[in-house]
């Protein structure tokens, strides 16, 4: 138990220090007045505690790792938890590549979003279930997460090239687009701020529902606005839901996930609305003026290295090592299972960016659509297959 708190302890102190650096990051992008020795200051500043809070969060993997006896890949809490650690790595490596202050103020957020997130899904430590009990769990999962991690940044500098280069002064397309993504990150946060709340509040609803020829129950953390189809509400004293989730949302407490959606999207709409209330403007008008004196050929050439390097990452984790993993468990190097074919999709998109960028000269913005619409298919497998698409890897 010593361990485990001290794993704990350990990933929430990394989680304020990536928030103090974020502060220090957002220092080096003030007016042109400011001083530059003070900027470069706090940019040093801004990736000494990085670092520091890398360690830390390094510090968790092990710690747990000696807790549970086995590397902590094995769940959502643990892989997303190492796919945030990923991240803060790649932009580490990103700085010193480029001595990129500002970019700091824009990947450290979105990492920590993916750190909170994490925190959402059960973190108990348990055994491996006996199919991931093998070496290639460490060579396999750990290889796709950097490689995402690495995907990320290209993610990061195309989404900061867009708010750069977007004319935000009229609505158009694009920004409406822009506005669109930026949107979906409130989403992320609706999930967090949502779940926290109410998990605070211990809240709790039981249903039992038909699945098949089997009666079965699960359990609401947050209050039932969707019940599972053909569900019964067994607690008593709470609110009865508005609907059951569609018949042909099938697999595990569908009902529930479905309903853990509709929560996200109200509470991450409310944030959205509030924030644009109070800036008096849409996010990537309000956000515009910060990338000033950002170079968007540099932001360009990293959407491309960044690619560059994770592309083949991600090829020997989410394909090769895959196979062979999957040779092994299951007789079989492919079998048309949802996570196969959403990493195969994944595979195609970035070998699609390479060729239309290299072969095609698509550079700029239409890179920067690519890039953020790549990262969009890696969380959408992320989310969206892991956890609501039936498959051999759902016990993740």
Known sequence: MDLVNLSSNLLFVAFILYLIATLFFGATIRDKRSKRNGKEIAGKIGITITIIGFLAQLGYFITRWMASGHAPLGNMFEFVTFLGMAMVLAFIIIYFMYRLSFLGLFALPLAMIMIAYASMFPSELAPLVPTLNSNWLY???????????ILFISFVAG???LIKQIDQRKRTKKNTWLELVLYSIFLFIGFIVSSTIFSIMDYEATFEYQDGTQILETEYRLPP???PNNGELLTDGVREPWFEAPAWMQGAD???KFNTVIWSVITGTIIYGLTVLTLRK???AALQPLLRGVKADLLDEIMYRSVAIGFPIFTLGGLVFAAIWAQIAWGRFWGWDPKEVWALITWFFYAAFLHLRLSRGWHGEKSGWLAVIGFGI???NLIVVNLILAGLHSYA
Do not use: E, K, P
């Open 378 to 380: 890696i969380l959408f």
């Open 254 to 256: 569908a009902g529930r």
């Open 139 to 149: 060579i396999h999962v750990s290889t796709v997460a950097v490689g995402q991690g």
């Open 282 to 284: 849409r996010v990537g």
């Open 225 to 227: 606005i969707a019940a």
């Open 159 to 161: 989404l900061m090239y």
